[in-house]
């Protein structure tokens, strides 16, 4: 993974892990139901966004590389790989 791309995940990684923790405050203090509904669609989204981020990442130098090495076995394999969790993206 790249450094820019590493840290802007962290980045964003270091939010979402705050507002899971507000989250928890907010079941602790039994805020309204629809609040805090809103609130994990809120984390939804901002995972979503990083997951985006770091295949990005992955297409733009992992299966690159191995569409550039010619290595048709390493190619099928990166391809598939990714088919295979874009598949469980949406489940």
């Keep these: 993974m790249r450094n ?22 907010m079941v602790d203090e039994d805020r309204y139901c629809i609040d805090i509904v809103t609130q994990i669609s809120a984390v939804r ?5 990083v997951e985006e981020q770091i295949l990005k990442d992955h297409v733009a130098h992992c299966v690159e590389h191995a569409i550039n090495s010619g290595d048709k076995a ?3 394999r990166k391809i598939a790989e990714l088919m295979d969790v874009v598949g469980r993206v949406d489940r």
């Design 74 to 76: 390493d190619q099928r």
């Design 4 to 25: 820019d791309i590493k840290a802007s995940c962290q980045k964003r990684l270091n939010r979402i892990e705050g507002q899971v923790r507000g989250l928890a405050k």
């Design 45 to 49: 989204s901002a995972l979503r966004r």
